[in-house]
């Protein structure tokens, strides 16, 4: 299965099965230089890329696909005052209604041609259109991205925050004294006591289980502690209220982040171990065959029966764009999934 053909499974997946994304990335050398590898996918699919940039243009490019697309229009203004973009270019680009643009060459022209060149406005307007070009091409408005808070996967969709990474600089805190460490050991047991609650309320979500915890996860986080650091922590995961309660309004949402975890550990291993490719045909058919092996142990199948299915033209194993439509004809209606 070509890496393109993947690719059309990959989308089939994002426009008709799935409400939820899991994303994350890590480090991953090519051709001598530093880059990444960002992995996408959830219970039925997997797909792994390689970029040398991490932004968040690059994750709306990375689910474009191959249908690159950048789009003038209402949404993407709309975007652009989310994100709080200087009203002066707001005005500016809106004076164009909806206006669609070949290429990526074809909007950089169009930002040149307007001395549009502050760097901080000019990302800002890229992410705009291509959120607007990526729903123009059928990708759900409503799909929630779930991630363990890298700061680039948030804002374009709805964002879920896995709760463990959340937990992570309350365990790291180093108290100066018995009264700090008693102060950050209540406040980390009082955390994992609501990450129960809510855990416990997935199972079996009621109205009045929903505003219990809420209320309990407020007075936990404006708990008043004479530690300056915890104080910090405390205003932090205030601000992720949104992102970290996602999973109320949407119960059947993962608390955590270990799946796209577990499926990226692989780049992690053959980074420190090999390094990095060298040729751009090397770095796709890393990306492909983790993609095709992940996919596989999803369905429970053995990626090298697959691959020798497919090489020899047995055809006795199903195709993984089939199984992967019959496993999400399976989990249609089904609330545990998203779907």
Same mark, same amino acid.
């Given at each position: 299965m070509s890496l393109l053909l993947f690719l059309?499974?990959?989308?089939?997946?994002?426009?008709?099965?799935?409400?939820?994304?899991? &994303?994350?990335?890590?480090? +991953?050398?090519?051709?001598?230089?530093?880059?990444?590898?960002?992995?996408?996918?959830?219970?039925?699919?997997? &797909?792994?890329?390689?970029? +040398?940039?991490?932004?968040r243009i690059n994750f709306l490019t990375l689910l474009q696909g191959k249908r690159r697309s950048h789009v003038l229009n209402p949404v993407a203004l709309s975007y652009m005052k989310q994100v709080e973009m200087a009203d002066k270019w707001v005005t500016t680009l809106s004076a164009y209604g909806e206006t669609h643009f070949l290429d990526k060459a074809a909007w950089e022209a169009f930002l040149d041609d307007h001395k549009l060149f502050a760097k901080e406005q000019r990302r800002k307007a890229t992410e705009a259109v291509l959120k607007a070009g990526l729903l123009n091409n059928g990708f759900p408005e409503a799909m929630i991205i779930h991630s363990d808070g890298a700061r680039q996967f948030d804002t374009v969709f709805a964002h879920s925050l896995c709760w463990f990474h959340a937990s992570r600089p309350l365990a790291k805190l180093i108290p100066a004294n018995k009264q700090e460490r008693a102060a950050r050991d209540w406040m980390e047991k009082q955390f994992w006591c609501?990450?129960?609650?809510?855990?416990?309320?997935?199972?079996?979500?009621?109205?009045?289980?929903?505003?219990?915890?809420?209320q309990d996860f407020d007075s936990w986080v404006t708990t008043q502690v004479n530690y300056t650091d915890l104080r910090s922590i405390l205003g932090q995961l205030h601000r992720a209220r949104e992102e970290l309660l996602l999973v109320l309004e949407y119960p059947w949402l993962p608390l955590h982040n270990n799946l796209s975890e577990r499926q990226i550990r692989e780049c992690v291993k053959r980074r420190k171990i090999s390094g990095g490719t060298r040729s751009s045909l090397g770095k796709s058919c890393r990306d492909t065959f983790a993609s095709l092996k992940k996919t596989c142990k999803l369905h429970g199948v053995s990626f090298s029966r697959y691959l020798k299915d497919r090489i020899s033209g047995t055809g006795l194993i199903p195709q993984l764009s089939d199984m992967i439509r019959q496993k999400s004809a399976q989990l249609m209606g089904s609330p545990a999934y998203g779907f």
């Open positions: 059309f499974t990959f989308y089939f997946l994002l426009f008709a099965c799935s409400r939820m994304l899991l &994303v994350d990335d890590t480090g +991953a050398r090519h051709d001598g230089q530093s880059g990444y590898c960002t992995v996408i996918g959830n219970d039925i699919f997997t &797909v792994f890329a390689s970029t +040398a940039s991490k932004s609501l990450y129960d609650d809510v855990e416990a309320y997935c199972q079996a979500p009621t109205a009045g289980r929903k505003a219990q915890i809420e």
